[in-house]
């Protein structure tokens, strides 16, 4: 991401010697998406919906892989999708099998704790407590936040790399 | 008036704060207690008083004096007194002029008296009276009281004499004129006297008017308040019905009297605590009531400053308030000081709240710690299969080959790993010590394991140590063989320079004089040392460690179930007590025996005996069957034997695992090959470790390799340079004396020897045929290198040097993650989703390092990696195969395969764990994985892995 925003710097300083006036709006709009960009990412950390896990995704990505954030994201978010499916249909089976949410919510929080989503991850964690303990009320509670943390942390990073993208 | 203030007394009269006086004081306490003017003239003659910080505004005085009740109280007390007086003054004039006013009237009787007595001479008769001493008796009576000087006026004409003769009309008028002209004297007399007490009179009214006699009070009072309060930090003052200064007292000093006088607070000053005060006022005089109250001014004038106020509303005769006096006290050091130890009182109050909350977070965080200790250590010692097998009483000994100095330096490696402490971990294997021994390494692993971490358990300082020698048979010494006995008589001293051990200490040292042939002849020794003794070797264990020491009397019952040495041996080191029971149950089931000696406080040594099977058997197989390899054999052998025989392991605090002495140099040797292969990451390191010389050797390698690796499969051509630069260099001997302890890298040191290579792309040719198809561009190549593994026990470099790895991991992100990660670091993995999955590809692949998972669907990687070990060892997929994997056996056309699987190499396995209980660490290590990784994976854990790993 780093990478990019340099290269970008690049790009602008190659276009000065075309024509400055040009370049002026074009590096304040940049500029500015830059800054938004910045802004959005660092509250995303600030508000704790992230973690330094999701730097090592940042560093993972480079010329080669321009988008491999925003691809990890969003392969979870598929993934995610299966997992919420097969949750919702363990807590709906009877007898409640624990055992078999534990193992769910499991592979789930590894995922998230993989792309540093941090909130979902703590939902998880709580998740599986109440699991051990076999709490029932405390599962479908947590269940619900673990999806609403879900849900607000993938509103929050489309719009992120959305604005990201149009700052490169 | 009162006189309550003697005189001498008035010098050390208390300044008290009338505010501060008792409420129950009587109404005389609350005046000016001063002395009646004129009996201590003197008394504050002496006193410089200095009148300045006073101003007045008279009339107000006088409107006071007139209207409140106080002053007129006050001013009624005066008059009173000054009444009293003049009318002390009125009736002893009275008095007197009663006094004259009767002598008037006696001396008139007299006069008639004597009228009539002259009438009753005149008519012919006369007494014989002396009218003189009648007339001095009244005289005298009459100025009995008068002042003397008077008498001698009034004497004056008594003297007269009467010259005429008795009773003669001569005498008689004479005698007339006489008493007329004392008449008239007395008269006068009279006269002056009146003029006199008219005088007096107006003399007394001029001296004491009220308002002079007032005043001079007024002013001692003053003086005398002036004299009380010369010093003190007080304002006084006095304000009306609008809070207009009518009076102060000890004013700011900058302020004249038209600043004040008239004027409200808010208008003289301003800044913090003006309003407060004159708001405080007008509560005052609104409620009627007198009250007091703290103000901090912060003002331009005089900065901050805390003012103790009291203020009384004054009131009319008529009960209204007509204004407030008030008295102000700075108390500025007082409230700051109170302030301070109010501060400091509630510092202490919070550090103590503090300190509390501390104790208890710390009482809780030990409370959880030992209780989650508790737990995993009882999950671990319940779950591991240890103490299953022994409790239940069915015990299957698994006899393996293993290498004991490679189990000691793993165990204490992961001791080192976990270490919390500064301790330094050495472990010292006697030469004596065989190379291979067979017997139930797991089992042996985890007693080690056990003591290992006990002792560190109850160690703080100094070290924990693993011995290994080999001792004689603990009941028949005669058993043993000539060779074994002169070992036992060295068996105290692991490294003794006895003769046997002479070759042992000379491999050691290969390091940089010994050249091959040397090491070649070493091994011919050695091998036919063995082959003399294919028996049973007694290898005594001890560990020891420098702690706390076991108390004698609790020496029975250590190896006791759920025994400790005390209570507070449990509260504070934790465990269950488990552990030795099991560790001496075990030891004995194989045979030998568990002992204990210790000295309290300074240490204990824990010493297990086991006979082992020695593998001599094995070793001297392996010769013929490769008859074409007996020169690489000695290279390998001479590689082998060198870091095999050095058995002494150290572990410092601080380094905790890098600095190891064999380890390093093993991983020279196993980043060399590596380097070419990918010089990208670690030749930094490549041109740190080799020497000058050497690196010009390597510089060839690597554009040799890179021409092959593009060549592809030009395998023949490929070995021969490789092998050309290897063998003709003595300074590769020099550089990297030691090959890899483990085994685990062959393939890279092989090629330096052509014959076997060439023995080997034979072999390829003629096995490559079994191989199962792989899709993968790579698919050749590995399938030959795999292929040549399990045909020959060290195998040809593949054109392809890349070391493989296998990510075994279900979870889609985590396994893109890794991926790239990996990419970065320059790997290229292969991926399988779940633990079965995993076992076919490690038994259908080469790979150099396996990434486990370890909760994962189908099979977890926890009993993949137990499949995976139980065929490094055994050879066989039988295990694999029960547990239900589809192992799809290789063709039976090449009788070798099987044959040969037996010495596969370990490959190392990473568990990637969650941290979680169910995936802990000792889990991992029980089930024969090597090390561990925390999920998420970073950056930094991935490369440091492959690091240690990976040559």
């Known amino acids: ?111 998230s704790s993989s792309i540093g989503a941090k909130k979902v991850k703590r939902e998880c964690t709580q998740f599986q407590e109440y699991c051990k303990v076999g709490n029932f009320d405390g599962c479908m509670r947590t269940f619900q936040e673990v999806k609403q943390e879900h849900a607000g942390l993938k509103k929050k990073l489309e719009s992120y790399f959305e604005v990201a993208r149009q700052a490169r | 008036m009162g006189c309550e203030m003697e005189t001498d007394q008035t010098e050390d009269m208390d300044v008290v704060l009338s505010s501060m006086w008792p409420e129950d004081i009587n109404e005389a306490g609350r005046q000016f207690n001063v002395e009646r003017p004129g009996a201590d003239q003197d008394m504050l003659e002496e006193v410089t008083i200095n009148k300045e910080p006073n101003i007045v505004d008279f009339k107000r005085l006088m409107e006071l004096t007139n209207y409140s009740d106080k002053g007129n109280w006050q001013l009624a007390n005066l008059i009173k007194n000054w009444e009293y007086k003049q009318e002390n003054a009125v009736r002893l004039l ?11 009237q006696e001396v008139e009787l007299k006069k008639l008296e004597i009228l009539e007595e002259h009438r009753f001479e005149q008519d012919g008769y006369g007494g014989d009276k002396r009218p003189i001493s009648i007339l001095d008796e009244n005289l005298k009576y009459l100025y009995q009281d008068a002042p003397r000087r008077r008498n001698d006026v009034v004497f004056e004409d008594e003297k007269v004499e009467i010259e005429a003769e008795f009773d003669s009309v001569v005498y008689w008028k004479q005698r007339a004129v006489h008493l007329e002209k004392l008449l008239e004297a007395s008269i006068k007399r009279e006269q002056v006297l009146i003029e006199k007490l008219q005088e007096s009179i107006e003399n007394l009214e001029r001296q004491s008017s009220p308002v002079e006699e007032l005043s001079q009070v007024l002013k001692r009072a003053d003086n005398f308040l002036h004299f009380v309060l010369q010093n003190a930090p007080v304002v006084i003052g006095h304000q009306d019905k609008e809070l207009r200064y009518r009076f102060i007292f000890n004013h700011f000093p900058s302020l004249g009297e038209q600043d004040i006088i008239g004027k409200t607070d808010v208008e003289i000053f301003s800044g913090a605590g003006v309003k407060e005060s004159q708001d405080f006022k007008r509560e005052v005089l609104e409620r009627g009531l007198p009250a007091k109250r703290e103000i901090t001014f912060e003002t331009e004038l005089f900065g901050s400053k805390t003012f103790l106020i009291y203020v009384e509303p004054v009131f009319s005769k008529a009960g209204e308030t007509i204004g407030v006096n008030y008295m102000g006290m700075e108390v500025t050091d007082q409230v700051r000081k109170r302030e301070k130890m109010a501060k400091l009182r509630e510092e202490m109050a919070v550090q103590k709240a503090k300190e509390t909350e501390l104790n208890k977070t710390i009482h809780i965080t030990e409370e959880s710690m030992r209780a989650k200790q508790m737990l995993a250590t009882m999950s671990h010692e319940i779950r591991s299969p240890l103490s299953g097998v022994v409790e239940s009483g069915v015990m299957k000994l698994e006899a393996t080959k293993f290498r004991p100095r490679e189990v000691v330096k793993h165990v204490l490696q992961t001791a080192a790993a976990s270490l919390q402490k500064l301790l330094t971990l050495e472990g010292n294997v006697a030469d004596d010590v065989p190379v291979e021994v067979i017997g139930d390494v797991l089992r042996i692993r985890q007693i080690l394991t056990n003591l290992v971490s006990n002792a560190i358990k109850f160690t703080h300082e100094g070290k924990v140590g693993i011995n290994l020698y080999v001792v004689q048979e603990p009941s028949t010494i005669a058993k043993q063989g000539s060779q074994k006995l002169d070992r036992d008589t060295t068996k105290e001293l692991p490294m003794s320079e006895s003769q046997d051990d002479q070759n042992g200490r000379d491999e050691n040292s290969t390091c940089e004089n010994h050249k091959l042939s040397n090491g070649a002849q070493v091994e011919e020794e050695k091998e036919t040392n063995r082959k003399t003794e294919e028996q049973v070797v007694w290898i005594r264990c001890d560990v020891y460690d420098t702690g706390i020491g076991i108390p004698e009397n609790a020496i029975p019952t250590l190896f006791k179930k759920y025994m400790q040495v005390g209570a507070d041996t449990a509260r504070k080191y934790g465990g269950t007590g488990l552990g030795l ?27 297990f005996v086991l006979p082992y099977k020695v593998s001599s058997i094995s070793d001297s197989s392996d010769d013929p069957d490769e008859l074409s390899d007996s020169d690489h054999q000695d290279v390998l052998g001479d590689g082998n034997d060198d870091d095999l025989h050095s058995g002494v392991f150290v572990f410092q605090p601080r380094t905790l695992g890098t600095l190891f002495s064999s380890q390093s140099s093993t991983r020279i040797q196993k980043l060399t090959p590596n380097s070419y ?37 030009m395998e023949t051509s490929y070995e021969l340079e490789i092998s050309d630069n290897l063998s003709s260099a003595e300074k590769h001997e020099k550089s990297v004396p030691n090959t ?94 779940n633990g079965a999955e995993a076992v076919r590809a490690v038994q259908s692949n080469n790979y150099h390092l396996v990434l486990m998972d370890v909760c994962m669907p189908v099979m977890d990687g926890l009993e993949a990696t137990r499949l995976i070990r139980s065929y490094e060892e055994t050879g066989s997929w039988d295990d694999a195969i029960k547990a239900g994997v589809d192992i799809q056996l290789p063709s039976p056309d090449s009788q070798s395969n099987s044959q040969l699987e037996k010495t596969r190499k370990r490959i190392p396995i990473i568990a990637m764990t969650a941290n979680a209980l169910s995936e802990s660490a000792d889990e991992c290590y029980a089930n024969g994985m090597d090390s561990f990784v925390s999920k998420p994976i970073t950056f930094q854990n991935m490369k440091q892995c492959l690091q240690q790993y990976l040559p």
């Open chain 1, 1 to 111: 991401m780093y990478a990019h925003a340099k290269d970008g710097g690049g790009v602008g300083g190659m276009r000065k010697k075309e024509g400055p006036v040009n370049l002026k709006i074009y590096t304040m709009t940049r500029n500015q998406l830059q800054c938004q960009a910045a802004y959005m990412r660092n509250s995303l950390f600030d508000q704790g919906y992230l973690d330094e896990q999701f730097v090592q995704l940042e560093e993972l990505q480079d010329e080669a892989n321009p988008d491999f954030v925003e691809d990890v994201v969003k392969l979870f978010y598929t993934d995610s999708a299966r997992f919420i499916r097969n949750m919702e249909l363990t807590l709906d089976s009877r007898p409640l099998d624990f055992e078999k949410l534990d193992d769910i919510m499991h592979q789930f929080k590894g995922s």
């Open chain 2, 94 to 104: 009275r008095e007197e002029l009663d006094n004259l006013s009767k002598q008037q």
């Open chain 2, 581 to 607: 029971a099991i560790c001496k149950q075990l030891v004995e089931l194989m045979g030998g025996h568990l002992t204990v000696s210790s000295v309290e406080h300074h240490g204990s040594t824990f010493t």
């Open chain 2, 677 to 713: 292969a990918f010089n990208k990451c670690n030749g930094l390191l490549l041109e740190d470790s080799l020497s000058p010389s050497s690196n010009i050797t390597y510089k060839e390698t690597r554009s040799d390799e890179d021409a092959n690796s593009a060549a592809g499969p």
């Open chain 2, 740 to 833: 890899d302890l483990v085994g685990r890298f062959h393939p890279y040191v092989h090629p330096s020897n052509s014959l076997r290579a060439k023995h080997n792309v034979d072999e390829n040719l003629e096995t490559c045929v079994t191989y199962q198809g792989q899709a993968q561009a790579q698919a050749r190549t590995d399938g030959i290198s795999s292929e040549c593994s399990s045909s020959n026990s060290p195998e040809i470099p593949k054109g392809d040097l890349k070391p493989k790895i296998l990510l075994v991991d279900d979870n889609k992100i985590n396994v893109m993650v890794t991926k790239s990660m990996m990419k970065q670091l320059g790997h290229n993995i292969d991926v399988v989703h």
